[in-house]
């Protein structure tokens, strides 16, 4: 767990969205957390098996209820670059719950529950069908001694 990471979990405000160098003082960085989406089980915050939060609990995203404008629109409200895979399987099987609701984004919204959304066809999401998304870019947050040293190799 990085330490960005480490700073939401501590303050329950779900998971980290971008980590960037505050302008003043020196040596602080400013966290933002998403409390509504987060990809678990990647490699870093831009990759992993998209969940979403509703009424306190987070629910697997099935991929037959998602399309690109909308993995556009969770990477965007990660702070990553644009989604460079997007395909079910990558990162685990959905769990339960599963997310009920299809997406409707145009791909301008800044977040995924800014976009419209209608009752999913499907009543469960079959083994390797959560949607798996990595956008291009990471930051990263590492602590040595008492330093924050921060890491971008994509910068929008």
């Known amino acids: 767990m990085t330490a960005a990471a480490a700073v939401c979990s501590q303050l329950d ?3 980290v ?30 990759s992993g098996r998209l969940e979403v939060k509703s ?24 702070g990553c670059g644009a989604p460079s895979v997007f395909k079910g399987g990558l990162y685990g099987a959905a769990e339960d719950p599963v997310w009920m609701r ?3 984004c145009g791909g301008h919204e800044s977040a995924l529950l800014d976009c419209g959304s209608s009752q999913s066809t499907e009543n469960s999401c079959s083994a390797g069908k959560a ?26």
Not at 31 to 38: E, L, P
Not at 142 to 151: A, H, K, Q, V
């Open 17 to 46: 969205v971008s980590v960037q160098r505050a302008q003043s003082p020196p040596g602080r960085a400013q966290i933002h957390c998403s409390d509504s989406v987060r990809l678990v089980e990647g490699t870093n915050v831009c």
């Open 55 to 78: 009424d306190q609990s987070w629910s697997s995203v099935c991929e037959d209820d998602f399309n690109l404008q909308n993995a556009e629109v969770v990477c965007r409200e990660l």
């Open 102 to 104: 299809r997406f409707q």
């Open 13 to 15: 405000c779900g998971s």
């Open 131 to 156: 949607v798996g998304l990595t956008c291009s870019g990471t930051a990263a947050a590492f602590i040595s001694g008492s330093e924050l040293l921060l890491c971008f190799n994509h910068f929008h």
